[in-house]
């Protein structure tokens, strides 16, 4: 009975990491240059997990090679979306953030199902579940009314960068969900929580060490104090969640781990509130909610068909 419930508590854990994650790092990219975090959150789990495998390491490479094509693409979705993420919570509402990231995730399923992109297999949905999908666009549409209108409750917002914010979050969230489809692919096929970590993060790294070689903006990390705080933010807020995502997702039915994240920018506009910077707004609270029954109710509608 434990086991079953391991996977869908790990990614409840998550979840909730991520409220954390979201609304202190929206603080921190203010003054901190955000690839200087995720070269120390990604080089940190790459690091670890190397370890973790040991003298596996040497049997591993020669598997990984066997999925370079695949292995590639994870890189490369994986190093987008970060990058846009993390430039989108730079610049808008943490709660809008994560809620356009994750909205656009089953949309991204249903047309890579539909053109049969990637590999992967295609698919047919219910009526039902259309009409979710068609709630899940208008949120990610009122979400976008909302925050160009004025009325995202952030001070200070600059129009045309938060056009940009939006667009990259919907980039974020297409190369996120094309990421995690590659990585359940290759769980399947024998690789664990370490040797994914391992295969997946090299280019993000090499991007973040280009990005900040080139930059001629400060670093933001003053003192060694300010380093080792964001150090263990990074640890504790970005490497080990992700760790146990990958744990909880190959432990948990697709239904249930898809509806637990429904509920994270939930988590987040909860947690924001104590923000002074962000000041609170029903229109994105009512956005929120509507993506969270829309995209709660497409799995079940999805569950339920299969």
Not at 114 to 131: A, N
Not at 199 to 221: C, E, K, N, Q, T
């Amino acid at each position: 009975m434990a086991k079953i419930w391991t996977g869908p508590v790990l990614v409840l854990l998550f979840a909730l990491s991520q409220a954390l994650r979201d609304v202190y790092f929206s603080g921190v990219f203010q003054g901190v240059n955000f690839f200087a975090v995720i070269l120390i959150a990604f080089s940190m789990s790459t690091i670890v997990c190397g370890v973790r495998i040991g003298r596996g390491t040497t049997a591993l490479l020669p598997r990984i090679q066997a999925e370079r094509a695949t292995f590639l693409w994870m890189n490369i979705t994986t190093a987008i979306a970060w990058s846009c993420y993390f430039f989108g919570l730079k610049t808008l509402q943490p709660s809008i953030v994560n809620t356009l990231h994750s909205a656009i995730g089953p949309l991204t399923v249903v047309a890579l199902g539909v053109c049969g992109l990637f590999k992967f297999p295609r698919s047919t949905t219910s009526q039902p579940e259309r009409l979710c999908y068609i709630g899940l666009a208008a949120s990610i549409a009122a979400l976008w009314w909302v925050t160009l209108s004025g009325g995202s409750g952030v001070e200070g917002s600059n129009p045309a960068t938060d056009l940009s914010a939006l667009f990259l979050l919907l980039v974020s969230g297409t190369s996120i969900t094309i990421s995690l489809l590659l990585s359940k692919r290759m769980n399947d096929r024998g690789f664990d929580a370490d040797a994914l970590t391992v295969g997946r993060y090299p280019l993000i790294i090499i991007v973040a060490v280009i990005a900040l070689a080139s930059s001629d903006r400060p670093l933001g990390i003053t003192s060694i104090s300010q380093l080792a705080m964001i150090t263990l933010a990074a640890a504790l807020l970005i490497a080990l969640p992700l760790y146990v995502l990958q744990v909880g997702i190959a432990n948990t039915a697709p239904l249930t781990g898809h509806v637990i994240r429904s509920l994270g920018p939930v988590f987040i506009f909860a947690l924001e509130l104590v923000d002074e910077r962000i000041a609170y707004s029903s229109a994105v609270m009512a956005c929120i909610i509507l993506y969270s029954l829309f995209s709660i109710g497409a799995n079940v509608f999805r569950g339920w068909r299969q």
